[in-house]
């Protein structure tokens, strides 16, 4: 078999190389390829059994935990005492004289004046159409009335308004139901009202709504301020039977 005439000899350079060159590089290339083989590779580890998992975490020191504060507890409001807990002897008597009046559509107005003793207690409750506290105690104090009568104890419950604006006084006595709040004694604006208030022993502009009690003989024995609850009542039976 013929050869080309210019196929390259692959051997050719080596064969010009001197024979210790030759050595070197071929000794070099074979280190090369023996430190490669040696070298180990690093094996990644090797996952933990379930069983050691779980004894690596049960080992594991405790992290301290931060205490929890206990949850706060709403505080009771602490109920009021009325009148403070007792009636004022002897008492005043109260401003006498007329009075001016409301009253709704085809109602009947009540008397010109305030009747007070004879023998009965008399709850004098100061209000306003625009006095929220005021209009939502009204028929609490109304099933007062009715309960105490009941009960045997003479009492009445009268309705002084505190209003400035006369529709709206009006219209709130016209809208109404039967057996609600239809007529009212009225202190109208200005000196007068602030004369009689302070006689009764209360503030000339006071904070609504504002209670007088007033014994059988006709005397204020107690002045209440603010708005009655439904626990208060069993402290007013407990004043009246004394």
């Not at 002084?160 to 006084?169: A, G, K, N, P």
């Not at 609600?180 to 208030?197: D, H, I, N, S, V």
Request: proline letters at 10%; charged letters at 25%; one cysteine or more.
């Amino acid at each position: 078999m013929r050869r080309g005439r210019h196929q390259p000899n692959r051997f050719r350079i080596v064969d010009r190389l001197p024979a210790v060159a030759v050595a070197v590089v071929v000794s070099a290339w074979l280190g090369t390829v023996a430190s490669g083989c040696n070298q180990e590779r690093k094996a990644p580890p090797a996952p933990k059994s379930r069983s050691e998992a779980v004894e690596s975490t049960a080992t594991a020191p405790a992290q301290p935990q931060t205490p929890t504060r206990p949850s706060a507890r709403p505080v009771a409001k602490p109920r009021r005492a009325m009148c403070g807990g007792r009636l004022k002897p002897g008492g005043k008597d109260p401003p006498s004289g007329e009075l001016d009046r409301a009253s709704a559509p085809g109602e009947a107005m009540p008397p010109s004046k305030l009747p007070l003793g004879a023998g009965k207690w008399t709850w004098v409750n100061f209000w306003a159409a625009w006095c929220v506290p005021c209009k939502e105690e009204i028929p609490r104090l109304q099933s007062w009335e009715r309960r105490l009568n009941q009960a045997g104890v003479p009492f009445r419950l009268q309705f002084v308004s505190l209003d400035d604006d006369e529709r709206q006084l009006r219209e709130f006595l016209r809208t109404q139901p039967s057996g609600g709040l239809r007529a009212t004694y009225w202190l109208r604006e200005g000196k007068e009202r602030e004369q009689w208030l302070e006689d009764a022993g209360i503030a000339a502009d006071p904070e609504l709504p504002v209670h007088l009690l007033i014994d059988g003989k006709g005397r204020v024995r107690c002045v209440v301020n603010g708005a009655v609850e439904d626990g208060d009542y069993d402290q007013l039976v407990g004043l009246l039977r004394g």
